[in-house]
């Protein structure tokens, strides 16, 4: 079956633009986190929602950062006045409440000029 | 939170087996141990989870120390396929959030 799948899968911006990155998780998982991995790190945890809505946000590091999960199934990771600070690799996963095992998408790789 | 310590890299010789160490002292009686390995430009992947006995799955097989203050991550035979960086984590559900809080990891370099 298919697995999580981010798009794009590279973006270029511009300091000061606004991204929006896509999360599509697999079929009927009611789970879905953000992470983000700068160079030679391991992934950093953002959000978590279950369902639709955000169930834990600690990990958002200021409010230029949001994300939404309308109707519980795609998510998109929006960025507001995008710093070179931001550039690393966006990380979503799913899984099924309850269950431990994360399934981790390819990411999007987010360069700001 | 409960941190988990691994050493910065190891190597192994290929179809020979690898034993990736973790320290956790200070890990809670309900965190659960993962590891998850991530592969060159590819998202973490889930290996094996434990809580306080020994695992095994297709993939490899943790043992857990009985204080639970450390695990040993267990590849049978290292392939070329198996050269990644493994992650050690503790699972972190504090108030139904289930996120896993990653360190640096080991980068496993498996020689052919």
């Known amino acids: 079956g298919a697995g999580v799948s981010q798009t794009p899968s590279n973006k270029v911006t511009e300091k000061g633009k606004y991204v929006e990155l896509r999360c599509d998780p697999i079929s009927g998982h009611t789970a879905l986190y953000w992470y983000r991995q700068s160079l030679g790190q391991g992934p950093e945890f953002l959000i978590y929602f279950q369902g639709t809505g955000a169930a834990d946000d600690s990990g958002l590091p200021n409010d230029r950062f949001f994300a939404v999960r309308p109707e519980g199934s795609v998510s998109t990771l929006k960025i507001q006045r995008t710093e070179r600070g931001d550039s690393a690799v966006y990380l979503c996963?799913?899984?099924?409440?309850?269950?431990?095992?994360?399934?981790f998408g390819p990411g999007t790789r987010l360069t700001v000029l | 939170d409960a941190k988990t310590t691994q050493p910065n890299s190891m190597e192994s010789n290929e179809e020979e087996p690898v034993h990736l160490p973790c320290n956790h002292s200070?890990?809670?009686?309900?965190?659960?141990i993962h590891w998850y390995r991530q592969l060159p430009s590819q998202g973490p992947e889930y290996v094996i989870h434990g809580l306080t006995s020994n695992v095994n799955n297709r993939m490899a097989s943790l043992a857990i120390a009985e204080d639970r203050k450390s695990s040993t991550l267990i590849l049978h035979r290292a392939t070329l396929r198996d050269a990644a960086v493994y992650y050690c984590?503790?699972?972190?559900?504090?108030?139904?959030?289930?996120?896993?809080?990653f360190g640096k990891g080991t980068k496993l370099t498996v020689n052919p």
């Open positions: 984590i503790l699972n972190l559900a504090q108030g139904g959030s289930e996120k896993l809080v």
């Open positions: 996963a799913s899984s099924l409440i309850g269950y431990n095992e994360q399934f």
């Open positions: 200070t890990i809670s009686g309900t965190d659960y």
